[in-house]
Antibody, heavy 127, light 113 residues
Framework: QVTLKESGPVLVKPTETLTLTCTVS??????????VTWVRQPPGKALEWLAH???????SYSTSLRSRLTISRDTSKSQVVLTMTNLDPMDTATYYC???????????????????WGQGILVTVSS | DFVMTQSPDSLAVSLGERATINCKSS????????????LAWYQHKAGQPPKLLIS???TRESGVPDRFSGSGSGTDFTLTISSLQAEDVAVYYC?????????FGQGTKVEIK
């Protein structure tokens, strides 16, 4: 059974750094063709793709947030960690992690769709 | 980045009637080497995480009712709900996974008329 669960602070002050953890079960972060994606949704707005990491440690980031994001994995703990620096009230959102199968075709690596999702965590940025 | 544009932003459909949502990509998501369209559709209900409905533009996920279907290729795609049910009220998103960073459409809200 595949499960993902987000954890972290629910209230963060502006300019602080946010660290979110996604704890997974039912698949491996160290082998196989699975990765984890982070997606967020500000209140009343659309889904926004943030970053993903594969089991071969390939990573990709949102263009607009690249300078503020870091994604990493701890395979011993079955966890993927997303850090976001210099938070602003506009970063208030529900943050989701999701399982992402990936594959290779020729020299290209592709992260695919998000087939299992965590319940999400609402993070509020406010002083 | 690939820009995904959905239309309409919202639609109201009577129970049992057809709902059609369009998604247009700024660049092709058809990978010519394997002839696959790298496009997914999600259903997002309030208070729940998004749910994957369709991958590869037209492959319905296990357990998804067959009233949901996906079509299209290249840059233009459609999600069709053939007979709208009350439980289908949600926001629907398309997503391209042809290129990183992946991107979502702005969403289409489906309501009952």
């Amino acid at each position: 059974q595949v499960t993902l669960k987000e954890s972290g602070p629910v209230l963060v002050k502006p300019t602080e750094t946010l660290t979110l953890t996604c704890t997974v079960s039912g698949f491996s972060l160290s082998n196989g063709r699975m990765g984890v994606t982070w997606v967020r949704q500000p209140p009343g707005k659309a889904l926004e793709w943030l970053a993903h990491i594969f089991s071969n440690d390939v990573k990709s980031y949102s263009t607009s947030l690249r300078s503020r994001l870091t994604i990493s994995r701890d395979t011993s703990k079955s966890q993927v960690v997303l850090t976001m620096t210099n938070l602003d009230p506009m970063d208030t959102a529900t943050y989701y992690c999701a399982r992402t199968p990936f594959g290779q075709y020729g020299d290209n690596w592709f992260g695919y769709y998000c087939d299992y999702w965590g319940q999400g965590i609402l993070v509020t940025v406010s002083s | 980045d690939f820009v995904m544009t959905q239309s309409p932003d919202s639609l109201a459909v009577s129970l049992g009637e057809r709902a059609t949502i369009n998604c247009k990509s700024s660049q092709t998501v058809l990978y010519s080497s394997n002839n696959k369209n790298y496009l997914a559709w999600y259903q997002h209900k309030a208070g729940q995480p998004p749910k994957l409905l369709i991958s590869w533009a037209s492959t319905r996920e296990s357990g998804v009712p067959d009233r949901f279907s996906g079509s299209g290729s290249g840059t233009d795609f459609t999600l069709t709900i053939s007979s709208l049910q009350a439980e289908d009220v949600a926001v629907y998103y398309c997503q391209q996974y042809y290129n990183a960073p992946q991107t979502f459409g702005q969403g289409t809200k489906v309501e009952i008329k």
